[in-house]
């Protein structure tokens, strides 16, 4: 836990607003980062969601919060199974070295190291815990091994329609067609071992491993208790990821909401298609670092709304560039007054960096210098 400036308690108190809510916040800040699965490279929409969070968390702490930030590693995944296979390595070899390549990644983005990083292999027993008391509840069942939980009505929470639902539980492997299930919407808690699996572990219901909301959801509540202040990730994982993880998590305690607010970067497209290493239009944040600096990419993700899409074009990079140069030189001038206290009032309001942004191009000096502070621009 980091408590910066404590003595800005002292001032006027601060009005968070986040997804156009007040979110009052009293001393101590609980964040959540759904983390990367680590199988592959850093690309741009990682780095989008992992900046945005370390910009919420430097604004709370700025004005005097204590912040605790839990960023998980999903190292108990088909995804990251398949490629260690085809890579014929080791699943945890893999998952070191690509955990380590995205932790020096960060450090470059100076993004701050989370004070807690579980991992799911590390919450075997949680997840556990969690599809026994689920089945206790009756909000679980078991089949062959399998223990599922009945979240079909998170779908119509997270404002889908069945159809839009089962697509996206097909597309993240949700396995809306298995016939054990009651409701193809159902999740896997706990996955019975294939014959194929290479990782799995003892459970009351046979060998087996973790499904991945479940993974999310034991990791929250084992570390933060029965809810979370901030819960960030992708612009992608609404649902089922977020939508199910929370149902998970709200059935187990019966405490709503299982997360505040929810916080998730805008998704990152290129020539009109999600960055994702399927459509093979990554664009990795080592070949952006070569050429630009650390606080460029950072104001490029950040001058903008942070829950909105949107598309990468390389011309912008050298935009956010020059606009850096331009908030250096504004931060060298004498500049006026009133700005200084502006600029971390418009990071309040939604974190809306593209007006504080031009505030600080506007007054200069303290405001600029404000600004390239709390959002470690230099
Ligand atoms: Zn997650």
Known sequence: MRQVNPSRL???????RLGGELLPMVGHVRMYVCGITPYDVTHLGHAATYVWADAAERVLQWHGHTVTVARNVTDVDDVLFAEARRRGESATMLATLQRASFE????????RTPDLAPSAAQHIGHVIQLAAALLD??????????????????????????????QRAEEYHDNPGD???????????WQAAGS???VSWPSPWGEGRPGWHAECAAMVLALFGSSVDIHCGGGDLAYPHHACEAALAEAVTGVTPFARAWMRAGIVSVD?????????????????????????????????PWGRAWEYDPSALDDAEALLERLYGAASSPGLAPGAAAVPA??????????AVAIALEDGGQAARTLIEILALS
């Open 10 to 16: 002292t001032g006027p108190p601060m009005r968070l």
């Open 104 to 111: 020096a990644t960060m450090a470059t983005l100076q993004v």
């Open 137 to 166: 509840r009756d909000a679980a069942y078991e089949r062959n091994g399998t223990v599922y939980a009945r979240t079909a009505h998170a779908a119509a929470q997270a404002g889908l329609d069945q159809a839009s639902a089962l």
């Open 179 to 189: 016939p054990d299930k009651d409701d193809p919407l159902d999740i896997a808690v």
């Open 196 to 198: 194929d699996d290479d």
């Open 272 to 304: 009109g298609a999600k960055m994702a290493k399927s459509t093979g239009n990554l664009v990795l944040v080592e070949d952006l670092l070569r050429e630009h600096s650390p606080g460029a990419v950072r104001l490029l993700l950040l001058n903008r």
């Open 346 to 355: 418009a990071l309040l309001d939604d974190l809306d960096v593209s007006r």
